[in-house]
Structures are given as structure tokens and as C-alpha cells.
């Protein structure tokens, strides 16, 4: 059995529209120790990341206290929204939902974010079969991921974790088929199963 720990990044610096820079805010800084307490007893193998900052310095304690090295991985990147900050962010990522072919002019359908994210994951999968997994995320990225491997995940999931950061999934796969899904609330203690 291969397991995978997507990490949903903490809390990132809105003020910093660039999303390849985007740093954690200082609430981020502290909430990425609970990633770090997580994952601690999870024997994990290997730390690759989205190459955006506020990914891997999600999951960068963690890979220090452990001593592995972080592998940034292009195509875990976050879906490209445009060239612009969009104002009203809520009805785009609606809409987006609605109609995963959706997209702005300079930007991604939600289909296209799937397809390369599910793409890098059986890459993954191919690479450290039976081993322990922990790859920094994103929202919508890791969403896109769950409603892959389970249809019925959708805008209105995606809006209950919306304001949940950071967030883990966790994948288990046995001959590169997920069997089980498990979403892991850091902040409530419902990990313990996870």
C-alpha cells in the first residue's frame, strides 16, 4: 500500500497577490507546527511540494525535524486563476464548479488542474510505490484531486474547507487504486484516525 498525506498550505499573506511568492502569514508560521505534529508518527518517506512558497514552507518544519529533503513537483502547482486579482473570488470558484471546462481568459479550467494534478500523482505513485507520502498543496488543486478519485466532492465541500488551512487528505492506494479517503481537521483533534 503506497499512503499520501496531501497538506493544504496554512494561512498565506492575501497582501501578496503573486502566487509563486505568496509567503505564510504569521498565523501560518505558527499553524504549519500542527502539519509538523501530524505527520510526526506517520513514517513518512518522502516530502515533495507544489513549488509555490506557501506550500513548501507548509510542510518545511515538518521535513526539518525529520531531516528529508523537500522535492518541489511543477505540476502540484495551484490553478491559475488569470493575470488579475479577481474581486469577486467566491462566484469565479462557483462558477468554475458548475462547469470544470470554466476559465477565464489567462487562466485554468478546473479540469485542466485535475488532469495535471492526478497526472503528477501517478507519477508519484509510480516512483515511491509502497512508501509514505507527504506532498504540500493547495485548495483548489487538492479539491480537484478528491473529486477525481470521488464524484460526489464538490462546490459545496469545497466551500465547508475553503477557510480551512492548513488541511490534510489522506489517500491510501493499494495497485495504484485509492481505497480509502480520509479528510483531517487539524484544529478539531479528529486526526487521530487519520
Known sequence: MTTVYFVRHA????????????????K????????????????IDVVLSSPY???IDTVADFAETVNLEIETVEDFRERR????WIADFNSFCKKQWEDF??????????????SRNIKALNKVLGIY????ITIGSHGTALSTIINYYD?????????KIKNVMPWVVKFVFENNVCIKIEKCNL???QFAKC
Request: hydrophobic share 25%; net charge negative.
Open 11 to 26: 494561512e498565506s499573506n492575501y497582501n501578496n497577490h503573486d502566487d509563486m511568492s505568496r509567503e505564510l502569514s504569521n
Open 28 to 43: 501560518g508560521l505558527q499553524d504549519r507546527k500542527l502539519v509538523t505534529n501530524f505527520l510526526l508518527d506517520k513514517h
Open 53 to 55: 512558497k506557501r506550500a
Open 81 to 84: 486563476v488569470d493575470n488579475e
Open 101 to 114: 471546462k470554466y476559465k477565464l481568459s489567462d487562466g485554468e479550467t478546473l479540469e485542466e488542474v485535475q
Open 129 to 132: 510505490n509502497g512508501k509514505n
Open 151 to 159: 464524484k460526489t466532492f464538490s462546490y459545496s465541500d469545497f466551500e
Open 187 to 189: 484544529f478539531e483533534n
